[in-house]
Every structure is written in C-alpha cells, then in structure tokens.
C-alpha cells in the first residue's frame, strides 16, 4: 500500500470502523497507520476520525476511519456509526482474555444489529502481539473465530506497527474485490468537490424544447 501523492481525487471511498474493547488499542493502531507513530493515548470519547488517501491494488482510495470508544457508556452513540461502513475491524488485545470473549459476546451482536451492508468486510486484529510473554489469547483461536464469523484475521502490534498496515491492506483489497461494495455504498467514486463542472453538452444534441 502506497500513501497516494495525488489527494485531489480518488476512485472510491471507504467507510471503515474500529470496534473492539476498550484499552485493546484501537486508537494507536489508526495512529500507527495514518502517523507512522505510537504514544500512550488517553481512551477515545465518543468517536474520532482519521482520513487517509492510498493507492491500492491499481486504485486511488480515500479511506475515512472511524474509531469508536470501547467504554460501555458510550454505546448507544456508537452505535449510529456503522452505518453504511464498508469494512469493519474487530480488534481485541491478546493479553486480555475478555477482550476475546467479548467478540462473541458483546461485538459480532453489535455487528449484526447496525451494520447496513450486508456484504460488509469483517477484519478480526489481535493487537498487541509484542507483548508474547503476557499472551493469553493463543494465535490458533484467533484464526478459528474468524473462520466462524467470516472474517479476514491477522495479528499485529500498533506499538511495533508488524501487520498494521497489511491489516487495512487486506480489508481493503477485498472490499475492492465485492461488487456490491463498489457501487452506491461507496458514492464518492471519482467525487472531488474541487472539479470543476463538466463542460456544456453539445447544443445540438439538446432535446430541450
Ligand atoms: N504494548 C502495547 N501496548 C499497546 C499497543 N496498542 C495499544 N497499546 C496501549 O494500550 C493502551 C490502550 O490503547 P488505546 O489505543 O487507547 O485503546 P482503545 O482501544 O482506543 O481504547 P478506547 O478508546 O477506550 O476504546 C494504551 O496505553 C496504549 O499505549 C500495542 O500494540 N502494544
Ligand atoms: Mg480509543
């Protein structure tokens, strides 16, 4: 994945959500893909933003992120944001082993209750991987919930960035690869608010009465 130089126009647009506990690293991956950096971060309020231009797979994407917070408080807020998204990334810690269980439990419901797309991509993104000592959330379970939910699976670390930027890699290319993401749910294909307007058609072609 390259960071587009040109920023003016794209082929598509992709909505893609960040859902997961609070404190498994939701923030600091987004950081680590749009910043190339990583700090300790305070939890998310609400629902922050991110937006970035890469060229994928022979297209020029804009991808507008949304990270929610994981804090339970803050659900019913949340909730509205996927909405027509895309691709959604289910991220848990696999130091903390309720961060897992609570895929089942709490997001893949979430999932299923608000997400708009029927064919929207699923990424399941077991953070924090540099910490191994403390893991408790072994790799195999990873790729065994992902097969049972449908999802794309990787681990990765936000503080080492390994896997960060394949995971929005991989959940892009395949929502380039499902038609029915590419259509309307993705509207602003080649939409640049700064072009200018498409020449007058020709006059004698107007049927105008
Ligand atoms: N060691 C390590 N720490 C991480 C990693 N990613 C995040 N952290 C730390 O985990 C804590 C929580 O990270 P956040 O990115 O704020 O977590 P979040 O999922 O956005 O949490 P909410 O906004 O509350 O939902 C912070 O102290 C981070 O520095 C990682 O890959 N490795
Ligand atoms: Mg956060």
């Known amino acids: 994945m390259e960071s587009s130089s040109s920023q003016a126009e794209f082929d598509y647009l992709f909505k893609l959500l960040l859902i997961g506990d609070s404190g498994v690293g939701k923030s600091s991956l987004l950081l680590s893909f749009t910043s190339d950096r990583f700090e300790d971060l305070n939890p998310t309020i609400g629902v922050d933003f991110k937006m970035k231009y890469v060229d994928v797979g022979g297209k020029k994407l804009k991808l507008a992120i949304w990270d929610t917070a994981g804090q339970e408080r803050f659900r019913t807020l949340t909730s509205s944001y996927y909405r027509g998204a895309q691709g959604i990334i289910m991220v848990y810690d696999v130091t903390r082993r309720e961060t897992f269980t609570n895929l089942s439990d709490v997001w893949a419901k979430e999932i299923d209750l608000y ?78 608010i700064f072009r200018q307007n498409p020449p007058p058609s020709d006059s004698s072609t107007s049927s105008c009465c």
């Open 115 to 192: 997400s708009t797309n029927q064919d929207c991509i699923k990424m399941l993104v077991g953070n924090k991987v540099d910490k191994e000592d403390e893991r408790v959330v072994s790799k195999k379970e990873g790729i065994d919930f992902a097969r049972e939910y449908g999802c794309l699976f990787l681990e990765c670390s936000a503080k080492t960035q390994v896997n960060v930027e394949q995971s929005f890699n991989e959940l892009v290319l395949k929502i380039l690869e499902t038609p029915s993401l590419l259509t309307e749910g993705s509207s602003g294909a080649k939409k640049n």
